[in-house]
C-alpha cells in the first residue's frame, strides 16, 4: 500500500512538472490579413512564423485566433476569452484595418485598442502590436491620424510596434489578390519578415516555458 501510494504521488508530480514546463503560448489576435484570408492551408504569415520559431528552436505554440472582417471592437469583446483561454506569454495585435477601411472615429479605435493592451498586461502577457496604413483615397488627415494611433499607443504603453505590416510592398499591385487588400502567398514571408525583428527579442528573452498561474 505504502509502495503504491509513493508511486502514485510521483505519478502526479510528474504531470505537474510537465503541465508547468509545456511550450509557452504566442496568440495572434488579428483580421483576415492574419487569419491568411484567400491563401491555402500553411500559407499565412502566421503558418511560416510557426516554422520559423521551430527553426529558432523556440519552444512556442502558436495559436491564431485571428478573425476575418474583424474590428477593434470585435476583438475587444473576444480578447478577455482567449486570454483566459490560452493564457498566452505573447499577445500579436493586428486590428485596426477594418475600422479604417469603415471610417471609424479616431478616439474609438484608439480607445479599444488601449483597453485590449490593458486587457493583456492584467494577465502579464507581453504585447506586440501591428501598425497598419490605409489607401490614399481615405485622405491624408484621417489617413495620418489613424496610422499615428498605433505609434502613440506603442510610446505610451511602452510595447513593441510595427509600424507597416505591408512595409516595402504595399505599392506592389502583385502581391495582392484581385481585391486589392489580401497579400498574397508570396507576400507572407515579406510580412514574417517584417515582424519577425520585433517579435523575436520577445520570445528569446522570455523563458519559454509556462509559470504556473
Known sequence: MLRTFLFLLLLGAAGLTH???????????????????????DQSWVDLMRARLAGENADYK????SVSGET?????RRLPAA????????????????????????ETI?????AMLAECRKRNSQVLLVGMNLPPNYGSDYGEKFRLI????AKTQRVPLVPFLFQGFATDRTMFQPDGIHP????????????????????????PQEKSR
Do not use: C
Not at 72 to 76: H, L
Not at 86 to 92: G, L, Q, S
Not at 110 to 114: D, E, F, I, Q
Not at 150 to 153: E, G, N, P, T
Open 19 to 41: 503541465v508547468a514546463h509545456g511550450a509557452a503560448t504566442i496568440l495572434v489576435f488579428g483580421d483576415s490579413i492574419s487569419a491568411g484570408y484567400g491563401l491555402a492551408r
Open 62 to 65: 502558436v495559436v491564431n485566433a
Open 72 to 76: 477593434t471592437e470585435g476583438g475587444r
Open 83 to 106: 486570454l483566459d483561454q490560452h493564457r498566452p506569454r505573447v499577445v500579436i495585435i493586428e486590428l485596426g484595418g477594418n475600422d479604417g477601411l469603415r471610417g471609424a472615429r479616431i
Open 110 to 114: 484608439r480607445a479599444n485598442l488601449a
Open 150 to 153: 498605433f505609434d502613440m499607443l
Open 184 to 207: 498574397v502567398a508570396a507576400a507572407q514571408a515579406k510580412m514574417l519578415d517584417i515582424v519577425w525583428p520585433v517579435l523575436r527579442p520577445l520570445v528569446m528573452r522570455t523563458p
